[in-house]
């Protein structure tokens, strides 16, 4: 078991600088295992223990896990996106055992009832600073919508609308082709909110009966079917880096 001290932890993940993470941990703002932080000095486990700030899950691991690994899981449809459910629903970690000899995680989620390109990693760091709303990573959507938007509909979810979490920000579409019941639409979004595509959708009466990620941060699933990943590629994981410096 890995001991470490909480800020050299979330430091070392990107949160803030030590002294800046001391701060916020005196303010009463990170939870570990779900219980208040309330002294200074704390001795966790980054590889284990799951760590909050304002809410939010952070991702932590030892320096001892020096070993990085970064891959793409296509995710299917009724699968969650966490690393363990109280349901007993299958998780996509189920889907990556023995993928690597140490604990990984996803990158962000995918709706239980969505598909699609989701990273796993255990570099805390990356992932943290690719769900970061500030880096605007880029997920592309092919989205199955009932009836026939209009444009002056579409534009309205173009130019951003407010929804009881706040305002959703512009974003792309393109309508992809129509039949007589639904129509296909590709939607790109640089911020994401929960269920935000389902919510745009639902406000012009226009309900998602299907949604898949194509891609993520540029990175597409093509060549990959429901339940396979892949590592990524040195090509890929560098983009990945420089998007998340930018």
């Given at each position: 078991?890995?001991?470490?001290?909480?800020?050299?932890?979330?430091?070392?993940?990107?949160?803030?600088?030590?002294?800046?993470?001391?701060?916020?941990?005196?303010?009463?703002?990170?939870?570990?295992?779900?219980?208040?932080?309330?002294?200074?000095?704390?001795?966790?486990?980054?590889?284990?223990?799951?760590?909050?700030?304002?809410?939010?899950?952070?991702?932590?691991?030892?320096?001892?896990?020096?070993?990085?690994?970064?891959?793409?899981l296509y995710k299917p449809?009724?699968?969650?996106?966490?690393?363990?459910?109280?349901?007993?629903?299958?998780?996509?970690?189920?889907?990556?055992?023995?993928?690597?000899?140490?604990?990984?995680?996803?990158?962000?989620?995918?709706?239980?009832?969505?598909?699609?390109?989701?990273?796993?990693?255990?570099?805390?760091?990356?992932?943290?600073?690719?769900?970061?709303?500030?880096?605007?990573?880029?997920?592309?959507y092919e989205v199955k919508?009932?009836?026939?938007?209009?444009?002056?509909?579409?534009?309205?979810?173009?130019?951003?609308?407010?929804?009881?979490?706040?305002?959703?920000?512009?974003?792309?579409?393109?309508?992809?082709?129509?039949?007589?019941?639904?129509?296909?639409?590709?939607?790109?979004?640089?911020?994401?909110?929960?269920?935000?595509?389902?919510?745009?959708?639902?406000?012009?009466?226009?309900?998602?009966?299907?949604?898949?990620?194509?891609?993520?941060?540029?990175?597409?699933?093509?060549?990959?079917?429901?339940?396979?990943?892949?590592?990524?590629?040195?090509?890929?994981?560098?983009?990945?880096?420089?998007?998340?410096?930018?």
């Open positions: 078991m890995s001991q470490e001290r909480l800020h050299k932890a979330l430091a070392r993940a990107g949160v803030a600088s030590r002294r800046q993470v001391e701060k916020i941990i005196e303010e009463g703002r990170v939870r570990v295992n779900k219980a208040r932080v309330e002294t200074q000095g704390m001795v966790i486990d980054p590889d284990k223990d799951e760590i909050y700030v304002d809410g939010k899950r952070v991702y932590t691991a030892s320096e001892e896990l020096t070993e990085r690994v970064y891959f793409l449809a009724g699968v969650v996106s966490t690393s363990k459910d109280t349901a007993g629903r299958k998780t996509v970690l189920d889907l990556v055992l023995g993928a690597s000899a140490g604990r990984i995680y996803p990158v962000g989620r995918l709706d239980y009832d969505a598909e699609g390109a989701l990273l796993m990693t255990n570099d805390g760091e990356l992932t943290n600073q690719l769900i970061h709303p500030k880096y605007h990573v880029p997920k592309v919508v009932k009836g026939t938007p209009t444009e002056e509909q579409l534009d309205k979810l173009r130019r951003g609308i407010y929804l009881p979490d706040g305002p959703t920000g512009p974003s792309e579409i393109e309508i992809l082709g129509k039949a007589k019941v639904n129509t296909w639409l590709k939607v790109i979004l640089t911020q994401g909110k929960n269920n935000q595509i389902k919510n745009m959708f639902w406000r012009i009466e226009h309900p998602v009966q299907k949604l898949i990620r194509t891609h993520f941060a540029g990175i597409s699933i093509d060549g990959l079917s429901p339940g396979e990943f892949r590592p990524l590629s040195k090509k890929e994981l560098t983009s990945l880096r420089a998007l998340a410096k930018r």
